[in-house]
T-cell receptor, first 112, second 113 residues
Framework: RKEVEQDPGPFNVPEGATVAFNCTYSNSASQSFFWYRQDCRKEPKLLMS???SGNEDGRFTAQLNRASQYISLLIRDSKLSDSATYLC?????????????FGTGTRLQVFP | NAGVTQTPKFQVLKTGQSMTLQCAQDMNHEYMSWYRQDPGMGLRLIHY???????DQGEVPNGYNVSRSTTEDFPLRLLSAAPSQTSVYFC????????????FGPGTRLTVL
């Protein structure tokens, strides 16, 4: 079983739609969680951290379910500019450092 | 601040050649790392460093060497390039500690023939 699993998509949605991605992780001792965004042929950039209580940033909402070991990202009122790949990232503390485990990403394509 | 910079952006090598991918950051971050990204595989950690003079292996270290003589620089050396090393390489840095953001460089696209 992969340490971090995501549906690769693509999710093709019209502008204005609401879309949700899920991600599951295998290590119950994982300590922190993130969503990164990666545009085509660019580097990943932090979209948002995911807190136990859930958090919202504008049109984006992230949730964490530790019992079921999954995190989610909800995007409301999708824009064309939201088209990208969304990477689920889990931080596992390993020895004296932090170990980030990346999912393979979920591709989102928003069409007019 | 320039953030994390990488050179070159593109490189083509022949099998058996060696080269160094450069990475530098100007944010005084202790933690730096190198990843490779292949289709369908996600980013995989090659080597990382928790500070100047300290390096350690990640998930896929074979065929690569690193050194960290300064806080700013973290070069990645390919000893004898192989076609399996064709990939996109990202360098990243962060402040040490759980929950801190990793900042990535723009990447180096490497093709080994």
């Amino acid at each position: 079983r992969k340490e971090v699993e995501q549906d690769p998509g693509p999710f093709n949605v019209p502008e204005g739609a609401t879309v949700a991605f899920n991600c599951t992780y295998s290590n119950s001792a994982s300590q922190s969680f993130f969503w990164y965004r990666q545009d085509c042929r660019k580097e990943p950039k932090l979209l948002m951290s995911v807190y136990s209580s859930g958090n919202e940033d504008g049109r984006f909402t992230a949730q964490l379910n530790r019992a079921s070991q999954y995190i989610s990202l909800l995007i409301r009122d999708s824009k064309l500019s939201d088209s990208a790949t969304y990477l689920c990232v889990v931080n596992e503390k390993a020895y004296n450092t932090d170990k980030l485990i990346f999912g393979t990403g979920t591709r989102l394509q928003v069409f007019p | 601040n320039a953030g994390v910079t990488q050179t070159p952006k593109f490189q083509v090598l022949k099998t058996g050649q060696s080269m160094t991918l450069q990475c530098a950051q100007d944010m005084n971050h202790e933690y730096m790392s190198w990843y490779r990204q292949d289709p369908g595989m996600g980013l995989r950690l090659i080597h990382y460093s928790v500070g100047a003079g300290i390096t350690d292996q990640g998930e896929v270290p074979n065929g690569y060497n690193v050194s960290r003589s300064t806080t700013e620089d973290f070069p990645l050396r390919l000893l004898s390039a192989a076609p399996s090393q064709t990939s996109v390489y990202f360098c990243a840095s962060q402040v040490r500690g759980v929950g801190n953001e990793q900042f990535f460089g723009p990447g180096t696209r490497l093709t080994v023939l």
